[in-house]
């Protein structure tokens, strides 16, 4: 038994399911004091204080696509959605002391790198943006039934957040792995990577992702994955067609992260185990796990609750996306603050520090999220020095579509080396984010993305999976204790629409709760080239050299050295032993084979010697055969040629 196994058993005997059901009490805080999501509904409107201070409360009157504004299809990029507005106040190297208090340490950081150019525009606050019923109600029913297990995982959630009223930073955090997002999406984005020399690196990438835990009627279990993810690269030239796959699982720790890589040179799939936590993100400075703000396990940190604080953030950035001119929208160290948006809203703040027994580059990091929406807005990460290294801006605004609060593009800053990142960028090139229905699963298996099916038959470009944007005009906001409990799904109710329902599960064939789905996950197996299916004996001469290849992409250059060795001293002995062969075919020397003289071919005057070929001197003895022959022969004409 290994060591992981044997912490996995010991962590199932002695540990408990950590219950975090709110109570009857808590329970009676939403509609009264609490939004449907779990922030708090009032504001900040204290006498004195300047508008720029001051937050409202919770409205929630925007849901879908409001009168003015004009959005017809998902995939257009969003109108603004408060056109007009003006900044109340510009925070500069100047008077940033002076909003200190409203800032975090990474956006100090920032003001006092460049203090030339770095600024935050500060506009009116805003609250006005809901999810949807359905939405509503799966949270409040989260709030019910969700539980966190071995630690770091998590079930009996779905539809949205788990836990709208966390008591620990592991739950905060699982709200953000499980906010709200489509259940189905297609996207074409950007990622740029600005170096201080003025160079700029480029790639372009296809992203596609199913949530399960987002689909009517799941009710998500700790062996089903919440995240399928698929990524096809566009550009460079170098590296269009690879595809990674990714599969995440609500419970981490007994089902790790499964991913695969296609290299469209090699045509071979190939597990990335490694494809998490601090790897470097391939084509840029990023860890794997600072993706997106946070992703991946959370087992390698010791979390905890700082507090909530009311801090400028990211929000309604709708400037930075209509945009669409770089050289516009960015600027040597930092995008232009011309086209950013920074609001006042109330943040919960975590903290996760690195256990003694695991590794990572960060010893320490800090996530800031919005109450509205459980949406990671900043993230600072600390060295081994507890030096400030990475911070990290997720923009923020209402998708109509989704319809709710959605962070579509990312900048992160290397504060050491000078070095900004930023991805999900939309252009006017390529579409923007696409809802759409949810791929099969079938789309998100190791034995599909080698052939690349699907890529352009059934991610959004045809009418039939675009979903139409409409207002809910039936939408009412749930009011009171008692209009909260009539959305609360029981959990009997949810398994009857799960088994009648127009959205059931299919609980048989190729559906992506079947059996044989955990089992292609859960194993690490090579694929034949040929016939692509799962091979884990490799057997053959063409899988051998397959595995070498792999070995040198791999970086296991003194791996392949050692196993080169053997292979070229046996390539060596059988041209040794050639060379060897063929020169003694082409000698005169007698061999047993020959037992009479070849006929028509002279001797040696001297000492007899039959010759085998027409030579001139004897191979025995070195004598002239031509001119020296035995006075009872005479040579021919072909032997004196």
């Known amino acids: 038994m290994t060591n992981r196994s044997l912490f996995l058993l010991i962590g199932l005997l002695f540990s408990s399911h950590a219950l975090s059901k709110v109570t009857q009490a808590q329970m009676e805080r939403f509609g009264r004091d609490l939004t449907p999501m779990g922030a708090e509904r009032s504001g900040l409107n204290d006498e004195g204080l300047p508008v720029y201070q001051t937050l409202p409360e919770y409205s929630g009157r925007v849901h879908g696509v409001p009168s003015w504004v004009e959005y017809k299809e998902t995939g257009a990029i969003y109108p603004h959605l408060y056109p007009g507005e003006k900044p ?26 460049y203090p030339a150019s770095f600024s935050l525009p500060i506009y009116p606050s805003h609250r006005d943006g809901s999810y949807s019923q359905a939405v509503h109600q799966s949270v409040l029913n989260n709030a019910q039934h969700a539980e966190r297990i071995n630690d770091t995982g998590v079930k009996g959630a779905s539809g949205g957040p788990p836990f709208p009223v966390p008591t620990v930073g592991m739950e905060i955090l699982w709200n953000h792995l499980n906010r709200v997002d489509y259940p189905g999406s297609s996207a074409d984005y950007n990622a740029l990577v600005f170096s201080p020399s003025g160079d700029i690196a480029q790639r372009d990438y296809q992203l596609v992702k199913r949530l399960p835990y987002m689909e009517a009627g799941t009710n998500q279990q700790e062996v089903k994955p919440y995240l399928l993810l698929s990524q096809k690269m566009l550009f460079p030239p170098r590296r269009r067609g690879e595809i990674t796959l990714l599969h995440d699982y609500a419970d981490p720790l007994m089902y790790p992260r499964a991913a695969w890589f296609y290299n469209p040179g090699t045509r071979r799939v190939r597990r990335a185990p490694s494809y998490g936590y601090d790897s470097l993100s391939n084509g840029d400075t ?38 669409t001119n770089n050289n516009v929208r960015f600027s040597r160290y930092h995008p232009n603050p011309n086209v950013m948006r920074y609001e006042l809203h109330r943040t919960w703040i975590v903290e996760g ?20 929406s459980w ?21 923020s605004l209402y998708a109509y579509d989704l319809p709710g609060i959605i962070t579509q593009s990312e900048v992160n800053f290397d504060l050491k080396q000078g070095v900004y990142v930023v991805d999900k960028l939309n252009s006017s090139q390529y579409p923007a984010l696409r809802k759409m229905k949810p791929l099969p699963y079938e789309f998100f298996t190791p034995g599909n993305i080698r052939h690349g099916r699907h890529w352009n038959d059934e991610l959004g470009q045809s009418s039939s999976n675009l979903q139409p944007v409409q207002a809910d005009v039936n939408f009412k906001m749930p009011t009171g204790i008692e209009g909260i409990r009539e959305h609360i799904v029981e959990p009997s109710d949810l398994a009857e629409r799960r088994d009648t329902g127009p959205d059931k599960i299919p609980q048989s064939g190729n559906s992506m709760w079947t059996d044989d789905f955990f089992s292609l996950a859960a194993e690490t197996p090579d694929y034949d080239d040929e016939n692509f299916q799962a091979n884990p004996d490799i057997k053959t001469v063409k899988q051998r050299i397959s595995a070498v290849a792999s070995r ?36 005169d020397v007698d061999t047993p084979s020959i037992s009479e003289p070849l006929p028509d071919l002279p001797k040696c005057i001297d000492c007899g010697h039959q010759a085998k070929t027409l030579r001139e001197t004897c191979f025995n003895c070195g004598s002239y055969l031509t001119h020296r022959m035995p006075e009872n022969e005479t040579p021919n004409e072909e032997s004196t040629g």
């Open 88 to 113: 109340l106040i510009i925070i500069t190297s100047e008077n940033y002391k002076n909003h200190q208090a409203y800032l975090t340490p990474g956006t100090v950081a920032l003001f006092e790198k």
């Open 286 to 323: 990023r860890t794997i796990d600072e993706i997106g703000g946070f992703n991946g396990s959370m087992e390698r940190y010791n979390w905890s609750i700082v507090g909530k604080k009311a801090l400028y953030i990211p929000y309604h950035n709708y400037d930075f996306h209509l945009e």
């Open 353 to 372: 520090r690195l256990k003694e027994t695991n590794r990572h580059v960060y010893q320490r990091r800090v996530f800031y999220l919005d109450e509205d």
């Open 375 to 395: 949406n990671i807005v900043y993230a600072d990460s600390f060295a081994a020095d507890d030096s400030l290294q990475r911070t990290q801006q997720l923009l």
């Open 552 to 587: 040198i992409e791999r970086g296991g250059f003194l791996k392949t050295i050692w196993l080169l060795i053997p292979i070229m001293g046996v390539f060596i002995f059988i041209r040794r032993r050639n060379f060897t062969v063929n020169r003694e075919k082409s000698s």
